[in-house]
């Protein structure tokens, strides 16, 4: 893939504020997050418009292409460049010739706030893609390592840490380490960033977890299943939908995952237990 980016804009900036403390106002500073349109443009037609953090944009143009099914490997895109329109950003990607005409067939427009992960689907059928089946994924996490995956993204959370206000998500390989974060305003933003980082330097999410700070729906679950990840591990709680599609799928949801306890939804035999008695933790949100 030849790329060429002629953009240069920062992921955070510092604003003014006041506190209000007891009836005294004091006026300093804070950094947070900056968030700009980012669109993405196929021989040279629009498909989205998503509003997220301008950093690691190479690996969110690639995630969201694998993630909606335009692309099945990177190498599937030709060219790249990412250019700085004025008001944000412009992904210009050039496709396989063959590709490129299926796409060019069946667009879709979609404008995408930070909240939605699925803006713009034109029918209800569409909104419940086919998801390739996870059932024969052998890979598994022991109950530490679980346990472990949340303690290690917060860690790695160097925007979170800094300023707040931003998702993450990462992956967690065999060796249960989490070898890659992304982070962004918008929780799928992070998925699409985080997926195209791994595709970016050909990894097998086959074997290993992603992990996410966020609550867990129908969308994030076709992503992952998408990228071919059989257990998701998130902070927060999942939608019944979202439960559903991950059963129907085979992917392992594992949710309200702390630092001692965690919730799993569907297929808990890629679980092992660590001869822990889990029961106990069970309530515990």
Same mark, same amino acid.
């Given at each position: 893939?030849?790329? #060429? @980016? @002629?953009?240069?804009?920062?992921?955070?900036?510092?604003?003014? #504020?006041? &506190?209000?403390? =007891?009836?005294?106002?004091?006026?300093?500073?804070? /950094?947070?997050?900056?968030?700009?349109?980012?669109?993405?443009?196929?021989? !040279?037609?629009?498909?989205?418009?998503?509003?997220?953090?301008?950093?690691? &944009?190479?690996?969110?143009?690639?995630?969201?292409?694998?993630?909606?099914?335009?692309?099945?490997?990177?190498?599937? &895109?030709?060219?790249?460049?990412?250019?700085?329109? =004025? %008001?944000?950003?412009?992904?210009?990607?050039?496709?396989?010739?063959?590709?490129? @005409?299926?796409? *060019?067939?069946?667009?879709?427009?979609?404008?995408?706030?930070?909240?939605?992960?699925?803006?713009?689907?034109?029918?209800? %059928?569409?909104?419940?893609?086919?998801?390739?089946?996870?059932?024969?994924?052998?890979?598994?996490?022991?109950?530490?390592?679980?346990?472990?995956?949340?303690?290690?993204?917060?860690?790695?959370?160097?925007?979170?840490?800094?300023?707040?206000?931003?998702?993450?998500?990462?992956?967690? !390989?065999?060796?249960?380490?989490?070898?890659?974060?992304? %982070?962004?305003?918008?929780?799928?933003?992070?998925?699409?960033?985080?997926? !195209?980082?791994?595709?970016?330097?050909?990894?097998?999410?086959?074997? +290993?977890?992603?992990?996410?700070?966020?609550?867990?729906?129908?969308?994030? &679950?076709?992503?992952?299943?998408?990228? +071919?990840?059989?257990?998701?591990?998130?902070?927060? @709680?999942?939608?019944?939908?979202?439960? #559903?599609?991950?059963?129907?799928? =085979?992917? /392992?949801?594992?949710?309200?995952?702390?630092?001692?306890?965690?919730?799993?939804? /569907?297929?808990?035999? #890629?679980?092992?237990?660590?001869?822990?008695?889990?029961?106990?933790?069970?309530?515990? *949100?």
């Amino acid at each position: 893939m030849v790329k #060429r @980016t @002629t953009y240069a804009r920062v992921s955070r900036s510092i604003v003014s #504020r006041n &506190i209000e403390l =007891g009836g005294v106002s004091v006026a300093t500073s804070r /950094t947070v997050p900056e968030e700009v349109p980012i669109a993405f443009t196929f021989g !040279g037609t629009t498909h989205a418009v998503m509003m997220a953090t301008p950093a690691d &944009i190479e690996d969110f143009a690639i995630g969201f292409s694998l993630s909606e099914r335009i692309i099945s490997s990177k190498s599937d &895109i030709i060219s790249m460049d990412i250019v700085d329109v =004025g %008001e944000g950003i412009d992904v210009q990607m050039m496709l396989r010739d063959d590709l490129q @005409t299926g796409f *060019a067939a069946k667009r879709r427009a979609m404008a995408g706030p930070v909240g939605c992960g699925l803006c713009g689907i034109e029918s209800i %059928e569409d909104v419940m893609r086919e998801l390739p089946s996870q059932d024969n994924v052998g890979f598994k996490l022991s109950y530490a390592q679980v346990l472990n995956a949340v303690t290690q993204l917060d860690s790695k959370q160097q925007m979170k840490a800094e300023m707040g206000a931003v998702h993450a998500a990462g992956f967690m !390989g065999a060796n249960g380490q989490v070898k890659l974060v992304r %982070e962004d305003v918008g929780r799928h933003n992070a998925l699409d960033k985080l997926i !195209g980082g791994l595709a970016s330097d050909n990894n097998d999410l086959s074997q +290993g977890a992603i992990v996410m700070t966020s609550r867990v729906s129908v969308d994030l &679950i076709q992503k992952v299943v998408i990228a +071919g990840t059989s257990i998701l591990i998130a902070l927060s @709680t999942p939608t019944a939908l979202a439960i #559903r599609t991950a059963e129907a799928a =085979g992917l /392992t949801l594992i949710a309200l995952a702390r630092k001692d306890s965690f919730e799993i939804y /569907t297929r808990p035999e #890629r679980v092992l237990s660590d001869d822990v008695n889990m029961e106990k933790n069970s309530d515990v *949100a």
